[in-house]
């Protein structure tokens, strides 16, 4: 299904100001009571950055936050691998260190209604000169659902214990305090933070990243590595994300694409690797989907993969580079995620540092995710092929992190908490 959606970012000058924001727009905030079916098909949030929320309740209340969101992302971008290009003074897209407060995220299934949604923002804006918007980044899912390197995107998420409705075959059910605090999570306790309950009880973290994509090298990659033909190109393709690019896993269909698999939601996600492809010669071990979610590859090490799960959504940005061009126009785009976790440190950090940009996980040394991979350490890709091992080498950095923040986003009741012991 299509998206169209905003990312908008203001910097707070009046911590006064917010009380009167945060009034107006509590009663047009969307709930996740109706996660699976919005009664309006559109959806307002108010997140905030620990510089924003510090501003507004003071550092103490803070002090048992997670360390990751009070530090911010630009300053754990060392251990995140936002280093060289994708380094925080590359980055265009505001942070907590740098002006980043307060942000509305804007998602709707129709141009229509996502301009309804941001008009309720502007009202709730108007008259308010201590909350200035310092960003705005429209985003969406085209119809095709695939985002700009080719892939259909979005295809494979864990079932939430409680959300409603049945997982689908291959889906994990994960306990929901994996993802919003106040309720039982994997390790067997509440998801909970040191602070007043009132706070943070029904809300969580959202890691999000701006990653600028460039299409044209992207595409010049796979057709030189791919040995210049259109089969050899999509193969690499595939191996390198695990999927083919109309989202059919190579588990499943490993030696040609199938549309038709891609499309059955009731199959697509079912299967695993531990039995029928330990060695990853189906889906490479270092392939993209394999390292994000190793589902049960891990199974004889201590690395309990429950306990690394996060909810990610992908909206692009920037106009579509035309059908088979390969030189590159200048123009602007990628993609934005919202990943939402709530354990930053062991959910999306450990992902990142230890799964995207490592290789020792699965005996492949500093080399690194070849679709989102740091290139500074290691720039080869290596893959099981017939008759001999295929190996591709001079990965250019086709993506570039352009921002990163871990923000909060609260629930209803800790916004309307926050208004009655600060701004009444």
């Known amino acids: 299904m299509p998206y169209f959606g905003s990312y908008l970012m203001f910097t707070i000058h009046e911590a006064n100001a917010v009380g009167t924001l945060l009034r107006r727009l509590i009663p047009h905030i969307t709930s996740a009571a109706d996660w699976n079916a919005p009664a309006e098909n559109a959806w307002i949030n108010i997140v905030f950055s620990y510089a924003g929320l510090r501003k507004l309740v003071g550092d103490k209340l803070l002090e048992g936050f997670p360390k990751e969101f009070r530090q911010g992302m630009a300053a754990r971008s060392g251990y995140l691998g936002d280093v060289g290009v994708n380094a925080p003074e590359h980055w265009d897209l505001p942070h907590g260190g740098n002006g980043f407060d307060i942000g509305l995220l804007v998602m709707a299934g129709s141009l229509e209604l996502k301009d309804a949604k941001l008009a309720t923002g502007r009202e709730a804006l108007d008259g308010i000169p201590g909350v200035e918007l310092i960003n705005r980044l429209d985003v969406g899912v085209p119809p095709t659902l695939r985002e700009h390197f080719g892939y259909v995107d979005g295809i494979s998420h864990p079932f939430i214990e409680g959300q409603g409705g049945s997982p689908l075959s291959g889906q994990d059910v ?231 923040e871990h923000v909060f986003l609260p629930g209803i009741s800790a916004i309307r908490w926050v208004v009655e012991q600060y701004f009444w």
Not at 367 to 387: E, L, S
């Open 174 to 404: 994960l306990k929901p305090g994996e993802f919003i605090l106040g309720y039982e999570n994997e390790l067997g306790s509440v998801a909970s933070l040191d602070a007043p309950e009132a706070l943070w009880r029904n809300g969580t973290f959202v890691a999000i990243r701006k990653i600028r994509q460039d299409v044209a090298a992207f595409r010049r990659f796979l057709h030189e590595a791919g040995g210049g033909t259109t089969e050899g190109a999509e193969m690499l393709a595939a191996k390198m994300m695990g999927r083919w690019r109309s989202g059919a896993p190579l588990a499943l269909s490993p030696d040609k694409d199938d549309p038709a698999l891609a499309q059955e939601s009731s199959r697509n996600n079912a299967f695993s690797y531990y039995q029928t492809d330990a060695e990853g010669r189906n889906t490479p071990v270092g392939s993209h989907i394999r390292r994000v979610n190793p589902r049960d590859a891990l199974k004889d090490s201590l690395t309990n993969i429950r306990l690394h799960r996060v909810l990610r959504r992908g909206f692009a940005f920037g106009p579509s580079l035309p059908d088979n061009t390969m030189i590159d126009d200048g123009i602007d785009r990628g993609i934005m995620l919202a990943i939402i976790n709530a354990n930053p440190g062991r959910q999306f950090e450990f992902v990142q540092a230890q799964w995207v940009n490592d290789g020792d996980f699965i005996t492949q040394g500093t080399r690194t995710d070849p679709i989102v991979g740091r290139r500074d350490q290691a720039d080869d890709y290596q893959y099981p092929a017939k008759p001999v091992r295929k190996r591709v080498q001079g990965i250019p950095a086709y993506t570039a992190t352009r921002g990163g």
